[in-house]
Nanobody, 120 residues
Framework: QVQLVESGGGLVQAGGSLRLSCVASGRIRSINGMGWYRQAPGKQRELVAGITFGGRTNYANSVKGRFTISRDNAKNTVYLQMNSLRPEDTAVYYC??????????????WGQGTQVTVSS
């Protein structure tokens, strides 16, 4: 099993920045893809950004140019730097990991979620 613990959510004004962190533990040698999903009330879960063990990244169109995902394999940690935040970025953000790449449909391992609220 793999355990994921997120930190860094909170309340920020529109245009501001936040950085999310997620530390993985457990059977981490099997993990390739790590990243972040989000889910807003009444909306479907969305894959925000993913990164492979080798550093290849992908982003949702809605966050390209504003969010940056990075990964420190030595620390088993993935980060999401969120800049120019908008009210529509408000959601619960979930760290996720998988033995393969993260999929739009989901991943095998999940964190507990952290709330990000952007006020207008």
């Amino acid at each position: 099993q793999v355990q994921l613990v997120e930190s860094g959510g909170g309340l920020v004004q529109a245009g501001g920045s936040l950085r999310l962190s997620c530390v993985a533990s457990g059977r981490i040698r099997s993990i390739n893809g790590m990243g972040w999903y989000r889910q807003a009330p009444g909306k479907q879960r969305e894959l925000v950004a993913g990164i492979t063990f080798g550093g290849r990244t992908n982003y949702a169109n809605s966050v390209k140019g504003r969010f940056t995902i990075s990964r420190d394999n030595a620390k088993n940690t993935v980060y999401l730097q969120m800049n120019s935040l908008r009210p529509e970025d408000t959601a619960v953000y979930y760290c996720a990991a998988d033995e393969s790449n993260l999929r739009v449909g989901g991943a095998n391992y999940w964190g507990q979620g952290t709330q990000v609220t952007v006020s207008s």
